[in-house]
């Protein structure tokens, strides 16, 4: 990435997503009015990739009491998602739309495409209702990410934007303090 896309809006576009069984479309319309993360991913059938999908299939539940929808998406097409699915113990968990990005088009609006490769790094991005980006993590293809984390972000995200003028500091999980910045605050901590 070369700009960050922190409290930019995502941009269009229209996929086919294996989901449920089925095929449907999926768009950026889509990922407006609820939360949303979306979890870039090298490629199906390889090997760091479904266990972080796994554990956000085993994360789901709670994404879901949150009102956060998963969209998981690689530059894999849709056929080899639902192919992934019927023959994986691990990817068969997940209930969450599974976008096939062939184009790499919603890969490079997020920053995460390898252009000399057509694949996508792991990045995970939390959408607010709006549209806008709230949080952004991108690994190497070798380090894999913990849903656990991903969940502790929302909170810490939903807080925010429903409590004006506070934030939450490093670690911060919830029901514990929060910050109110001020002048009276700074080198205090």
Known sequence: MTTSLINTEIKPFKATAFHNGEFITVT????????????FYPADFTFVCPTELGDIADNYDELQRLGV????????????HKAWHDTSDTIRKIKFPMIGDPTGAISRN????????????RGTFVIDPNGIIQAIE????????????????????QYVASHPGEVCPAKWKEGEATLAPSLDLVGKI
Do not use: C, M, N
């Not at 929808?69 to 080899?80: G, L, P, Q, R």
């Open 69 to 80: 929808e998963v969209y998981s998406v690689s530059t894999d097409t849709h056929f080899t």
């Open 138 to 157: 991108v690994t190497a293809e070798g380090i894999g990410r913990d849903a656990a984390d991903l969940v502790r972000k929302i909170k810490a995200a």
């Open 110 to 121: 997020f920053g995460v495409l390898r252009e000399d490769q057509g694949l996508a790094d």
């Open 28 to 39: 950026d319309a889509d990922l407006k009015g609820k939360w949303a993360a979306v979890v």
